[in-house]
């Protein structure tokens, strides 16, 4: 079964560090969204790209977040500098627009001490 | 913030019973989905119901929706221990984008 990749599946970091995080989605779908769950907020979208053109960023604190696809089979989300607040599993998700459902990566579960 | 709404929070039932959850949403959407999650784990796509559609069926699973009442029902039949997880519904509005409710955590015992 096709799968949606995502790096690494753990990462601890020190406060102010940076923290990338990787995500390849399946070959061919033109939608991929980052969201981030905790137990608190539940799953929030962060970023929504189409076509690797960011749609849709404003879930994502701009200040400290960023997210890119710098080609069809690379999404990323980078955090700098990172803060104890943004410890909490960060998923990848594609699709295809009118497809019926989207494929999750198994996550990123981020702690920053 | 939050557009769907799952209730109840938490379900426990045994084996061979039927577990119905409820979501309810505020805006109009274009279709409403359906995840599952298992403990430490990606969410699942199960189900998708457009909004002129009002039932469906996926194996074990029924999906209902009212959209005059914002309402939507996931009914899972003969549960099995493997059904223990967290499920969520999710409303597209018409982005493509998903807004994900809090999810109704299931247990079901052997």
């Known amino acids: 079964d096709a799968r949606v990749t995502q790096t690494p599946r753990h990462k601890v970091t020190e406060m102010g560090q940076e923290v990338t995080m990787r995500c390849q989605p399946i070959l061919g779908h033109n939608t991929v969204f980052w969201y981030r769950q905790t137990m608190m907020q539940g799953l929030e979208l962060l970023a929504y790209?189409?076509?690797?053109?960011?749609?849709?960023d404003s879930g994502m604190p701009k200040d400290r977040f960023s997210a890119e696809m710098p080609d069809a089979t690379l999404a990323t989300l980078k955090i700098q500098p990172s803060e104890p607040r943004d410890s909490a599993v960060y998923f990848c998700?594609?699709?295809?627009?009118?497809?019926?459902?989207?494929?999750f990566g198994s996550g990123t579960r981020l702690t920053v001490v | 913030s939050q557009q769907g709404e799952e209730d109840p929070q938490a379900l426990s039932i045994q084996e061979g019973e039927n577990a119905t959850m409820n979501c309810s949403y505020k805006?109009?959407?274009?279709?409403l989905q359906w995840y599952r999650q298992n403990s430490g784990r990606g969410l699942v796509h199960l189900i998708l119901i457009r909004s002129n559609e009002r039932e469906k069926h996926s194996g074990r699973l029924r999906v209902t929706l009212d959209t005059s009442k914002k309402s939507s029902s996931l009914l899972i039949t003969a549960s099995r221990a493997a059904d223990t997880a967290s499920y969520f519904c999710a409303t597209d509005g018409g982005y493509s984008t998903l807004t994900f409710g809090k999810g109704t955590m299931l247990l079901v015992s052997p």
């Open positions: 998700a594609s699709g295809l627009v009118e497809w019926d459902g989207y494929t």
């Open positions: 790209f189409r076509n690797r053109a960011p749609l849709d």
């Open positions: 805006t109009s959407i274009n279709n």
